[in-house]
């Protein structure tokens, strides 16, 4: 009786060896394997970028896009206030729509093609009207991947900063066209890389087709425009769009509310010089680039971080600080409830460290070596 259930239970081991420590599958294409489509696009190659072979047939994601009027002419979509993933599908910055005589003016067309089709959408339930024209602040691609629906769809005019095209589509920097180093396929962005293909599908990196040297005036659909350059300040080139009319300047990244700014591209000195460009000018309403608070108030948070970071950070180079702990002698402690306090404050912390002992030296030439970000 004994050796029948030694051998049984042999035989039962046996059986169920092929199942023993055997917790995952292994199958040929994971990216395949939700049964919704959702897979994300890593193989992202010339083929399914040029054929879209990639992009699966399931529903498209809803983006559920709530347009807030911030004035007679402007309206807004206002995202999360977190990074991008996949669970809010890039829907972390904000957008503008203006309403001009013939056609809508878009200010920064979102993280996806499919984005800027759901807002156009909801805006042609406020005016039918097509967009002609996008205006893009700057190169982060939270702002940018909606405009190839622009002038794919509507044959819009794409107005932005040249750093769009040199450093993504790898233009000529100085004559801002294709030369022999342009992409064949543009890198594949944090959108691309974070994003379900039901979000990101269709979105292609679209050139800009106007590029300004510096600041501009102009009238588009009627409506008075000044383009204003603040340049090397949140990212390597910075716009904002003041409205002169309707008292209303859309400022994108270089005001943020509610949340710690991202300084990893930017510079402390050349955000405070925006900031003072947007003081500038007499306005009732400010669209900030993340965040929710769009009165007089809304740049205020803003002006005291830097002010703050400028201030602490020299100090502690006074101090002779080790950079080790420049992020412990430096907290902003003033921010320590807002959102992604503590996943970008240190890091901009540090990053205006680096910045601000050159700029506190006395050897000048130190500025040339500083290396442009991408
Ligand atoms: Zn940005």
Redesign the pocket.
Known sequence: MKKLLVLLAIVAFVLAMPFIGNKSINVENPHQLDADGNFIMYDWNFDNYKEGTRVGTNEEWDYNLKPVQVSDRVWCFFGAMEMPTKENAGDM?NSCYIKGDDSWIAWDSGPSYIFAKQAHAAMRKIADMPVKTVIVS?E?D??WLGNNYYKETQGATIYGPKSINVNYLGYDEHTGKPNENTREIPPQTRMIRALYQNAIRGTKLAAVDKSFEDTTKFTLHGVNMEYVKVGYA??EEDWFLYLPDDKVVLV??VVMNGRVT?NR?GIVIGQLNALKAIQARDWDHLVP?HGFVTDKTADDECVQYFTLLKDRVLEGIEEEIDPDYITKYVTLEEFRNKELYYLLSPGNVFRSYEELEMYDGDDEEDEEDEEDEE
Request: aromatic share 0%; no cysteine; net charge negative.
């Open positions: 910055s700057h982060h939270d702002h949140h990212s994108a990244d991202s591209d680039g």
